[in-house]
């Protein structure tokens, strides 16, 4: 089907453009969507408008064999959309996916760090490192503290920490403008430890690995560049460990850090506002996280539990 490989290169081309997706999404659903078309292609379908309801039900049971459920729901979300998309521009005569049910994802609370193990993990990256003779090994260290302070302080995304530029941050505020899904722009508060940890990574680290290639980026990699995201996931996780504290990804930093503003008093609004959540619904997930800490407290602490 090579006029539907086409068309699916349009498809991420609108994706990219009208829609602001970002290009990890965008590649992700081309992928998904070349798969699919090549299962339906070893299934005898030969052009897209043949393609039925009951074929995207037989890719949909093959898929599941292999991927976990929710890959095959973001698969399946890929799928129809670039059907609706097709149906939309008159390229199809109908649109086989319109009835296409995402697969139901179990629903589960978000993994955090309670309140001490946070400070504990904040408190082994802010310690100096042991061999200070090093700059290299000193300004890595710099930088990785600032890293984990920032992730914590403002619960942004990995993808939007490593995308922020030096202009970014207002220190006289203590705010960061960050670009989010859809390009969409929020700016965040970040605390005194956080500036601190930014201050002493800028002044005395970024210096030292800067060359041609780092350009305005704010955190850099060994070699000069932009860091990447898998090097920030990384050094959560080694400083998890060196910590003692559970292992966890940079995303359970930032439902730590969602979860302590509301246990602290945040309101739902604010919170959603400082994490970029286009739905109230996705927040209220960790009200849900709060309860099971107030229960798990309750039943601890008070004698008639």
């Not at 292999?66 to 939309?88: D, E, N, Y």
């Not at 390009?183 to 605390?191: D, E, T």
């Not at 969602?258 to 945040?266: I, P, Q």
Request: charged letters at 25%; a positive charge; glycine letters at 8%.
């Amino acid at each position: 089907m090579a006029d539907a490989r086409r068309m699916i290169e349009e498809y991420v081309d609108y994706l990219r453009g009208a829609r602001g997706l970002s290009e990890h999404t965008v590649a992700a659903y081309r992928g998904d969507l070349l798969g699919c078309i090549a299962i339906l292609e070893s299934g005898g379908t030969t052009e897209l408008d043949n393609v039925t309801l009951d074929d995207l039900r037989m890719w949909m049971a093959q898929e599941s064999k292999q991927v976990a459920k929710s890959s095959l729901a973001r698969k399946t979300i890929a799928v129809r959309g670039f059907f609706a998309w097709a149906h939309r521009r008159g390229r199809i005569a109908h649109d086989p996916a319109a009835s296409l049910r995402t697969p139901k994802l179990p629903k589960t609370l978000p993994a955090v760090l309670n309140e001490t193990q946070a400070e504990a993990l904040m408190d082994k990256a802010d310690a100096e490192p042991a061999d200070t003779d090093d700059p290299h090994r000193r300004a890595l260290a710099l930088r990785d503290c600032a890293m984990l302070e920032m992730l914590y302080a403002t619960g942004i995304r990995v993808a939007e920490l490593v995308s922020m530029d030096l202009d970014d941050v207002r220190y006289g505020n203590r705010t960061i403008t960050v670009t989010g899904k859809g390009n969409k722009q929020r700016v965040v508060p970040f605390g005194a430890p956080a500036q601190h940890a930014l201050e002493r990574w800028t002044s005395q680290g970024r210096p030292v690995l800067a060359n041609e290639r780092s350009g305005s980026a704010l955190f850099l990699g060994a070699r000069g560049g932009r860091v990447d995201q898998r090097v920030v996931r990384a050094v959560v996780h080694r400083e998890a460990a060196r910590a003692g504290v559970p292992d966890i990804s940079p995303h359970a930093l930032r439902h730590s850090a969602a979860t302590h503003m509301l246990d602290g008093g945040a309101d739902l609004r604010e919170v959603q506002e400082m994490l970029g959540h286009a739905s109230l619904q996705t927040t209220q997930r960790y009200t849900h996280v709060s309860i099971e800490q107030l229960k798990a407290r309750y039943a601890q602490a008070f004698p008639r539990a």
